[in-house]
Structure formats: C-alpha cells, structure tokens
C-alpha cells in the first residue's frame, strides 16, 4: 500500500442543521480547502496580504493574484449547481475548457456505491470550475449563460 492511499481526508457534516443539499456541498467545500488554506496562511505569516501578491506561493502554485486572495479570504464564494445526467456534465466542462476556465471533472473510482448498480464502476461525479471571475463563469452557467444550470 503507497503512502497515498494510507492518506485521506474526513469531512463532517450537521444533518441537524436541515440545510439544503447544496448549503451542504458549499460547507464541506469549505471544510475542504480549510487545511490548504491555513498552510498558505502559516507559511507567510509575517507577510501583508498585499505582498501575498508577489509571493513565490503564487509561482509555484500558479495562481493569480485573485486565486489567491480567494483561497485566504474569508468568504471564498461557492456555489452548487446541478447536472441532470453524465452528458450534460461532460458538455459544461466542454464548455468551461473551450472558455479557458479553470476546471476540475472529478471521476469517482467506484470503490463505494454512488447510485443502484454501481459498486465498482469508474463514474464522471463533479465539475469544479474556477476560482475564477463571476461573470467569466456565469456566461457559461449563470441563469443567462450559454448553458445555464441550476442552483441545488
């Protein structure tokens, strides 16, 4: 067994709370990038968060200077949206490529059960699309977009 699958990340959800399931998503999302979030912050403490700009942070995690302060803000704005089946995931994520837009098409391996026959079947999951502006996504997703989805 390699050291990668020896690690893993827990997330945790409140059913209590009664949020929906995209509030839900959002929150965990959250809970997700907290533990990178908090090194970048640890690792330049010292520094201003103006001259995390210029930091090396942003050269070799190639991000731009509104990636980055999305990561260490504190809102670090998600939203969940819906695709009704695995065609029209592929076709968003067609959509965001050809946009240049950054974007992250998540393929389960199948190792636990997603849906009613399939245990051991590699399935196309989630679409991350940015960090990036909000208008350069909404073309593409927004209500008035080009392939509009909705909100979960």
Known sequence: MSKQDETKQVLVIRRDLQMRRGKEGTQLCHACIAFIRDRIKKAYADETPCSFRRC???EILQLTPEQLE???GDLTKKVVLQAKDEAELLEVDKLCREAKLE???IKDAGLT???E????VPTWTALGIGPNKFEDIDRITGPA???PLKLY
Do not use: N, P
């Not at 026959?117 to 051991?120: K, L, P």
């Open 56 to 58: 090396d942070i942003c």
């Open 145 to 147: 977009g080009i392939h």
């Open 70 to 72: 999305w990561i260490l």
């Open 117 to 120: 026959g399939m245990q051991g």
């Open 103 to 105: 974007v992250f098409l």
């Open 113 to 115: 059960a997603t849906g």
